[in-house]
């Protein structure tokens, strides 16, 4: 390994005082030397920046700790980006925490392969970091993936950013779009179209825990802006090196498109914005002539992706497809 590279770690923090001690403690003591831990308090209200402090004291050379006022996550991450000085960026969000090796061993292998992007795999977890799901984002692939010749990951890859190690560069002319909900599906795939070489781990590295009042929790019309990236990546992919593989287009609209959308979907409450919505993803797979047969059909990682879901997930894409919305409401 280069012994000159160094990963800058962001991680955003916004009322998490309950969490961050714990995110903190899994950054500074990472295996990898060269590391600095940014840290961008967007204007928290809470304990959160005495937290910061005691940890700042504690490892000046390791954390860089900034203040701002609320801007939202991607305002934050931004804000970060723009004061990195690694060669190798990852994020962290603050209510999560991470193994102790895992920048070592993604620095590693982005060396190793040449990669402009790594990806470890990640496990939910609750208040006693009892294991609740294990989220495998890569099976059956090699360590080292050329896209040229695995361009099939582009349609089946699950695009959080916190689970992944980007070169800096990626980020030349990209940033996260501020003020939407869903900025991971927006920007992570534009940057994937830059790439020549990924590579993975299938260790567990990415600790993500599901708070209960978390902002995936409230289901309104926000979703809407799954089909706004969606409509975003679109537009890159037609000017990128990849703008031929035509198929792993269309599977990329129909996983996150449609089946992202409906897992959403699902849980909005109101009849109203539930039925605006359903019109709004109608005309999206119209404008784009996406066959209901492709969308059943669709596969991921090699197996049928709607057989393989739960059974009230099934139940309910199937009857969204057949057209029974209004016995969706009444189940729901």
């Known amino acids: 390994m280069n012994a000159l590279s160094k990963v800058s770690v962001i991680v955003p923090v916004y009322n998490v005082q309950n969490y961050l001690a714990k995110c903190l403690s899994s950054l500074v003591n990472q295996t990898l030397q060269n590391i600095e831990i940014i840290v961008v308090n967007d204007g928290s209200t809470d304990d959160s920046q005495r937290i910061i402090d005691e940890f700042s004291a504690q490892f ?52 190793k392969h040449h990669a402009q992007m790594v990806i470890c795999n990640i496990q939910k977890v609750d208040e006693q970091g009892k294991v609740t799901q294990k989220l495998t984002q890569i099976p059956n692939m090699p360590e080292e993936i050329d896209l040229r010749s695995h361009f099939s990951v582009f349609s089946d890859l699950s695009y959080f950013a916190c689970n992944k190690l980007f070169k800096k560069e990626l980020f030349k002319d990209k940033r996260f779009k501020k003020g939407v909900h869903y900025e991971d599906i927006q920007l992570i795939p534009q940057l994937l179209l830059k790439c020549t070489v990924l590579a993975q781990t299938q260790n567990f590295h990415y600790q993500y825990f599901e708070r209960t009042d978390s902002i995936s929790k409230t289901h309104n019309e926000k979703g809407l802006d799954i089909l706004k990236a969606v409509e975003e990546v679109e537009l890159a992919f037609a000017t990128s090196k990849y703008s031929d593989k035509n198929e792993e287009l269309k599977n990329f609209q129909i996983l996150e498109g449609i089946y992202t959308f409906l897992a959403y979907l699902a849980f909005v409450k109101s009849d109203e914005v539930f039925y605006k919505m359903s019109g709004q993803l109608s005309h999206f797979i119209e404008k784009r002539g996406i066959k209901l047969k492709d969308i059943l059909s669709y596969s991921r990682f090699g197996k049928n992706y709607i057989l393989s879901l739960p059974l009230k997930k099934k139940i309910f894409y199937l009857l969204f497809f057949s057209g029974q919305k209004k016995l969706i409401r009444k189940l729901m």
């Open 60 to 111: 000046p050379s390791k954390i860089k700790a900034f203040t701002k006022e609320n801007g939202g996550l991607s305002d934050a991450r931004n804000f970060g980006i723009d004061r990195a000085s690694g060669d190798y960026l990852g994020f962290v969000d603050s209510d999560d925490y991470v193994s102790e090796i895992m920048f070592e061993e993604m620095l590693n292998l982005a060396e």
